[in-house]
């Protein structure tokens, strides 16, 4: 069986996202599993190379692993001729210039969202690789939770008719860290580091929503910091900067009105942490992470109005699961092996940073409507 290597930098692999998503549950896994297999067969084996600030934690990384290469200067591992993608899952804050670097050095690069923090930041990032000639992609990994998958189906059968709105609801409650620890680093609460809800969220809900049901063309937000202090990972007090909870309506191509709700300061009383309601002319669905039901136009109940009297409808039981019948992959995986074979087999990849970009502007633009309390318009982004 032909096989193929390919050098992959790895920055940012202490983190959260950048350990157990991308290097244990993807890189990892690929590793297990012998490879990427294109389409001729050919398997491509992934060889990281890890870079991060912390010596002590990369060298207990790569030994637990079995990781032979590791860095802290990503000068160095850029420079290495046997490196061909440069992966960034560091804090958004400081992506930005690394991308360049690996670009100037000639590599194809695969990021974690946001591409940068500004419009222009990731529109320069989008020129500057298409100028290279290197290939380029942004996780995207919504589009591959098993609920949202059912959606697509869905919607691909033709299901829903006319879809008329989707209502969107983001959220748990996450801890202000004095009595219980927060769930989530303390960056992601403070405007300087990069944090904030809308940053963020939006960038999902514009590849959720462009993917599924059609092109962000207008958004009204009010975006609020809700709790004003947080304690830090070291229990330390700091004034909350960013804003916790975004409350937004997105109007897209086709007279669909999306209206999100995304929020780290509400308690969940739903099935799940998303979940996302699609009303159609003749058929509506529910899909959370996992689960997809649905009501069709020709099983639809007749709701009346009545205050007088308790509610005894099992408005739940009215819903009708959606089967999975296909397996569910981890979502970040799958798109590790996308990417993959873009870059050795030429395959398409439709999350490039231009997407990533559009993602970043309808976040900077939900920011303007909330600051200048008006509906912000946007027109089709190119380069
Ligand atoms: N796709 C998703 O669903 C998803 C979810 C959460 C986070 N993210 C994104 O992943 C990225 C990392 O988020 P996280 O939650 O893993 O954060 P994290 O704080 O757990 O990890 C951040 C990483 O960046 C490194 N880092 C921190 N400060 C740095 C600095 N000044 N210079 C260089 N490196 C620095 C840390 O060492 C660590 O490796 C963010 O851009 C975030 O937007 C994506």
Same mark, same amino acid.
């Given at each position: 069986m032909a096989t193929k290597s390919l050098g992959v930098v790895l920055n940012g692999v202490t983190g959260r996202m950048g350990y157990r998503q991308h290097l244990v549950r993807s890189i990892l896994a690929i590793r297990e599993q012998g490879g990427v297999e294109l389409r001729d067969g050919t398997r491509v084996h992934l060889t990281p190379l890890l870079v991060g600030r912390n010596e002590e934690k990369l060298r207990d990384i790569a030994a637990q692993h079995d990781i032979e290469r590791w860095t802290t200067d990503l000068d160095t591992a850029l420079g290495d001729s046997g490196q061909q993608v440069y992966f960034d899952a560091q804090l958004t804050s400081v992506r930005e210039k690394s991308i360049v670097k690996a670009i100037d050095a000639g590599l194809h690069v695969y990021t974690e969202k946001p591409v940068s923090e500004t419009l222009d930041g990731a529109l320069d990032l989008a020129r500057r690789a298409r100028d290279a000639g290197v290939k380029n992609g942004v996780v995207h990994d919504k589009l591959f939770l098993p609920g949202l998958v059912k959606l697509r189906r869905l919607i691909d059968s033709g299901f829903f008719g006319r879809i008329l709105s989707v209502r969107g609801e983001f959220g748990y409650w996450v801890f202000e860290g004095d009595w219980q620890s927060a769930? *989530?680093?303390?960056?992601?609460?403070r405007a300087e580091d990069g944090g904030g809800i809308v940053v963020d969220m939006f960038c999902h809900w514009d590849y959720v929503l462009h993917n599924?049901?059609? *092109?962000?063309g207008a958004v009204t937000s009010r975006a609020v910091t809700h709790l004003p202090h947080r304690w830090d990972e070291n229990g330390e007090l700091y004034e909350a900067?960013?804003?916790?909870a975004a409350y937004a309506i997105f109007e897209l191509d086709g007279d669909v009105v999306a209206q999100f709700n995304s929020s780290w300061t509400v308690r969940v009383h739903r099935d799940e942490l998303l979940e996302l309601q699609v009303d159609g002319t003749l058929g509506s669905a529910v899909a959370g992470l996992h689960r997809c039901v649905v009501q069709p136009r020709a099983a639809t109940p007749r709701p009346t109005w009545n205050p007088d009297l308790p509610d005894t409808t099992p408005y739940r039981q009215q819903w009708q699961d959606v089967p999975d019948n296909v397996g569910a992959e981890n979502g970040f995986k799958a798109q590790w092996e996308q990417f993959v074979r873009h870059v050795v087999d030429d395959e398409p990849h439709p999350y490039d940073f231009l997407a990533g970009a559009r993602g970043v502007r309808l976040a900077q633009a939900g920011l303007q409507s909330s600051a200048e309390a008006r509906r912000i318009e946007l027109p089709e982004l190119t380069l």
């Open positions: 769930q *989530r680093p303390s960056w992601n609460y599924l049901f059609g *092109r962000v900067t960013a804003d916790d």
